[in-house]
């Protein structure tokens, strides 16, 4: 697989969507089911770094339409081309674009104002979230469900992703008591959506490839298996902070409150290279089903 300059620069530009639009998306979720846990300040602190990722989210979809169009000409002028750049937003880049611009916008008000996420930035964050849904190999699978399934993968990992950066921000600002209220919460309401997000997974991934076989036997069963490994730490990781930190936070232990920090920390690493091997997996050729 012949990887050139400018299909690199599309595979980062969209992993960063990827986290922008998650992490924006997600935020807001966060604000709406912890708000009676949250002081006033603290939806502040959380909601600021939140439009700065709307912002990024936005500018990284109009990047990606633009360096959709350069790596189909394999040249800068291709950002330039008005037949490329309608090739590249007629090809779904372009939908998708919209709708989670639309949603991002729908969202930024709410966190304007202090972090009081209503119904409207509710939709707005989903909408943006589930943008991703629109295109790519999902979307193209000869399957009516793959889309919608894709749409509730993507709602799921916003929620569990975009919760990482406001957990994280509050184990500088808490106490632990307090604290450990608020990832108490997330982690009920996670045990939940993190196994819709492992069903939805296992069925595009199923549909996708057509054969357990093709995990080893095809290119992109084999990175599909880089991301399950990476998802395993994932899971390994908030198993830990379930299970071993959250009841000492709640205890009164601060110690454990710098040990979640930095467990967090690792989660959002490992979340990069996660979100970094899914815009490989859906940048770089297609999955067996779709030769």
């Not at 997600?26 to 770094?49: H, N, T």
């Not at 439009?51 to 990284?60: D, P, R, S």
């Not at 193209?140 to 889309?147: H, L, Q």
């Amino acid at each position: 697989m012949n990887l050139g300059i400018w299909d690199g620069a599309a595979l980062l530009v969209k992993a960063a969507l990827y986290a922008a639009t998650l992490g924006a998306a997600g935020g807001v979720f966060f604000l709406a089911y912890s708000r009676s846990l949250l002081e006033p300040s603290d939806r502040r602190a959380i909601a600021q770094p939140l439009c700065v990722l709307v912002a990024a989210a936005i500018a990284a979809s109009a990047a990606r339409v633009l360096l959709t169009a350069a790596s189909l000409s394999e040249d800068a002028a291709g950002m330039l081309d008005a037949r490329l750049l309608a090739m590249a937003w007629h090809g779904g880049e372009g939908r998708a674009a919209t709708i989670r611009t639309c949603g991002l916008l729908l969202a930024a008000p709410a966190l304007a104002r202090h972090g009081r996420p209503g119904w409207l930035a509710l939709v707005g964050a989903a909408a943006a979230a589930t943008s991703f849904a629109w295109v790519g190999h999902a979307r193209a699978a000869d399957y009516a469900a793959a889309p919608y399934l894709s749409g509730i993968h993507v709602l799921a990992v916003a929620f569990w992703l975009g919760a990482l950066a406001p957990l994280s921000i509050l184990t500088c600002r808490h106490e632990p008591r307090p604290l450990g209220a608020v990832a108490e919460r997330f982690g009920r309401i996670a045990m939940v959506v993190v196994g819709v997000l492992l069903a939805a997974g296992v069925g595009i991934l199923w549909i996708l490839l057509g054969s357990v076989s093709e995990l080893w036997a095809s290119g992109y069963g084999r990175i599909a298996c880089a991301k399950i490994a990476l998802v395993a730490c994932l899971l390994a990781l908030a198993a830990w902070n379930k299970l071993g930190l959250v009841p000492d936070i709640t205890a009164g232990d601060t110690l454990a409150v710098r040990r979640l920090r930095h467990s967090i920390r690792a989660e959002l690493a490992v979340a990069g290279l996660i979100l970094l091997v899914t815009a490989a997996l859906t940048t770089l050729g297609g999955p067996p089903t779709m030769p």
